[in-house]
């Protein structure tokens, strides 16, 4: 009988402080992703360049603000981003 | 009748409140100075304990402490510096606004239009570099003369906390002026944050976990330097790590005390002493004879020395604080004589559309960018993450009990230590000397796969050869001290050479020049 009510309070006392830390825990983590942005606030990574007909076989384009070169030749049209994937320095078409 | 009705009058409500009114002044004096001035030594021990300011310091200070040649004051000198840092930073606050239209304008306004904004401005930045320099040369005082060891490894872990916090305070200060330099060097920093994409994209992992990507929008707020960056890092730089550090700044006094005060050898001789303030007390052995000890509680553990008696210990008011005063004055007169010299750069209006070339950190990241270029995880992650770590760690592998306090205090530390500057020096040089004449994998193999270039660059090449001398030279002394000296000693020369090499001998597209003279004009 009185074990029984010893280990109910010892399961209490370990228990509250358990809740404790561990709303605590989960209280911390939702503030932690507070500050990760979910609304990336910058332009649409989809740009209006023009028609394709605008750039011909053999035309090259830059688009310094938006930092992309467009350019045709036989095998297409292409668009390459000018910010370098290394350390997001601008490169230079010629 | 009337003569007794007079000796027993009591004082009416309004004379008691004029007779403490004309007492105002005195009553007010004896609340604020609790126990006349210190001139008696119990009087200048009282000031010390009963102040919340003073009392961080304990009541005598050893002698040992004013050895200049022991601590150099770098601690102190530090903590001046953040002090110095906080009060400028402040009033910068008054003027500066954080906002893309703003920020730069109010940069220009402190620096042409308000007055003494310049020399304000000036100090911030002047004392940015020298809180940096003097930390970091604390902290190499603290390993050469041991003190990390038992009981202040806990310590050691604290100090390399706030030297974390103070590179984060000036990596995040630096984008605030918004010019050009801060702009292209925070697009380096964060690509660096982002540079774990390297891996999981060479794994094929980016669309499940984009590690990188997750710590690049933690500090940027977006993809991209913009407003949300530039809020982010006013917040942080004025706001959050302030408070980290000055919450760390009083656990690592708290703990200097706890400690036992400083480490100081065992053994101290006269001549050690010589040129340390001396007071009538000195020769005491503070006293465990006659202070009486109270039966608190009992703890396991060691704690100050309760039995041994202290001797050589002097009154910390004012001997202390003169010590420390001079330091806070000196360092104050060092950064103003500076911002009158040489003025904070302000570069044009930050242009994303224009790279700065070269776009370089400041110095004590420009050791990381030189080894940035093969991989931006390698140089700007793993490398100083395993740094940093390593040195965090030294306390707990590194457990000799040697003597603590002495710089040097044995011929086999000074012999390590020596002859591993010559061969980290070697090593170092060696490496930039062949990479600059002879490129390095992308050069010879332009296909190769980048997961090799991440593994095989001059930094991992580098950090191995390190790590391969000390493990050697902790197999063959035998001592943990010696090994971890070894290590050390590398991480300093490989430090000091890398970041004289990019400051003076990189130039546009992170070329070799000899001197920035030679720099081509653009
Ligand atoms: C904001 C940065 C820091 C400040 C303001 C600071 C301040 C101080 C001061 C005033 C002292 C007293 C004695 C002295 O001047 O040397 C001290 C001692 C100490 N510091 Fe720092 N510290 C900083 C960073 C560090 C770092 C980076 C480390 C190491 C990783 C470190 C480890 C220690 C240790 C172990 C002691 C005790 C030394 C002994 O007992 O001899 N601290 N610190």
Known sequence: MDEKKDSRRDFITKFAPATFWGSLAVWGGSLLKFTMPTLLPQESKKIKLGMPSDFPNGTTKIFEKERVVLFSDNDGLFAISTTCTHLGCVVKWT | ?522
């Open chain 2, 1 to 522: 009748m009337s003569n007794t009705e007079e000796k027993n009058k009591v004082p009416s409500g309004l004379e008691i409140f004029l007779t403490n009114l004309k007492h105002l002044p005195q009553s007010f004096k004896d609340a604020t100075v609790r126990h006349g001035p210190p001139s008696s030594n119990r009087a200048a021990s009282q000031s010390v304990f009963s102040n919340l300011f003073l009392h961080i310091h304990s009541v005598r200070t050893h002698r040992y402490n004013f050895k200049k040649t022991f601590t150099m004051g770098l601690g102190v000198a530090s903590a001046a510096s953040f002090i110095i840092l906080a009060i400028t930073g402040i009033l910068l606050m008054i003027y500066y606004k954080p906002s893309l239209a703003e920020a730069y304008n109010s940069i220009k306004d402190i620096h042409f239009a308000v007055p003494g904004g310049r020399l304000i401005r000036n100090i911030h930045r002047w004392g940015a570099h020298i809180m940096v320099a003097g930390v970091f040369l604390h902290m190499v005082r603290v390993f050469m003369t041991g003190s990390y060891r038992h009981p202040r490894q806990f310590n050691w872990v604290v100090g390399m906390i706030l030297f974390a916090v103070t590179l984060g305070l000036s990596f995040t200060g630096y984008l605030l002026p918004w010019d050009q330099l801060a702009y292209w060097a925070t697009t380096i920093g964060a690509q660096i944050a982002g540079s774990p994409v390297e891996v999981t994209d060479a794994l094929g992992i980016t669309e499940i976990i984009d590690i990188g990507g997750m710590q690049m929008r933690l500090l940027l707020g977006a993809d991209i330097v913009g407003e949300e960056a530039l809020v982010r890092f006013y917040f942080l730089h004025c706001i959050f790590l302030p408070l980290i550090l000055v919450t760390f700044l009083g656990v690592h006094f708290w703990r200097i005390r706890k400690d036992g005060g400083m480490s100081r050898p065992s053994v101290i001789t006269k001549e050690m002493l010589a040129g340390t303030p001396i007071d009538e007390n000195a020769e005491m052995a503070f006293p465990t004879k006659n202070k009486t000890y109270g039966l608190m509680c009992l703890v396991k553990g060691e704690s100050n020395n309760v039995k041994n008696s202290v001797k050589n210990t002097v009154q910390s008011w004012p001997n202390l604080f003169n010590y420390e005063m001079a330091i806070f004055i000196l360092v104050l007169a060092i950064m103003i004589v500076l911002s009158y010299v040489s003025d904070a750069p302000l570069k044009e209006a930050a242009n994303p559309a224009v790279p700065e070339n070269p776009a370089k950190a400041p110095w004590y990241f420009l050791g990381l960018q030189e080894l940035v270029p093969y991989s931006a995880f390698m140089g700007g992650v793993a490398i100083p993450g395993l740094a940093v770590l390593g040195l965090m760690l030294i306390p707990f592998l590194d457990k000799t009990r040697n003597e603590s306090g002495l710089w040097f205090p044995d011929k086999n530390e000074k012999s390590v230590f020596k002859s591993t500057v010559i061969f980290s020096s070697i090593v170092i040089l060696a490496t930039l000397i062949f990479t600059v004449n002879f490129g390095w994998l992308r050069n010879w193999f332009p296909q190769i796969p980048q997961l090799i270039i991440v593994l095989i660059n001059p930094g991992t090449l580098i950090t191995t050869l390190f790590v391969w001398w000390s493990i050697r030279i902790l197999k063959n002394s035998g001592s943990t001290r010696l090994g971890a000296m070894a290590i050390f000693t590398c991480f300093l020369v490989g430090f000091v050479i890398l970041t004289y090499f990019a400051y003076q001998h990189r130039g546009p597209n992170w070329d070799f020049y000899w001197w920035p003279s030679l720099w081509p004009t653009h």
